[in-house]
């Protein structure tokens, strides 16, 4: 149960991270302070959701491309968070991208880090 909440910590925490780092960034995405922390929420359970779904899709139909499948959850993640209840706009093709590459980039990068060093603190 502890690593579960660890876990459910860590993935709101590094999407909190990830979409304020892309928002400083990028000057075409914006993140409405009052929609913040229903972005952070929502972009996360999409993301949680929609991973394994898009992994599954990419193994059986084009395995070259499986690797691609959390770059592709984020950018769908962000589309859904970017709908009306959201709180996040984004304009621009190349804002787009940019921003799945850098929230990608950064969720990745806390999935592996944080946890190692938690469960390595916490443990002492």
Known sequence: MKKLMIGIGVQLGSS???????????PRFHLGIGG??????????????????????????????????SLVSTWLALIIASLPFGGIRIHGFFTWIIAALIIWAVTGLCAVLVPKYLLKTSSK
Do not use: D, M, R
């Not at 909190?16 to 990028?26: E, K, P, R, S, T």
């Not at 229903?38 to 193994?59: D, H, M, N, W, Y």
């Open 16 to 26: 909190a991270v990830a979409i304020l780092l892309a928002a400083l960034f990028l």
């Open 36 to 69: 913040f922390l229903t972005a952070i929420v929502v972009f996360t359970i999409a993301q949680s959701l929609l991973e394994g779904f898009v992994a599954k899709l990419a193994s059986k139909y084009v395995p070259t491309l499986a690797g691609a499948a």
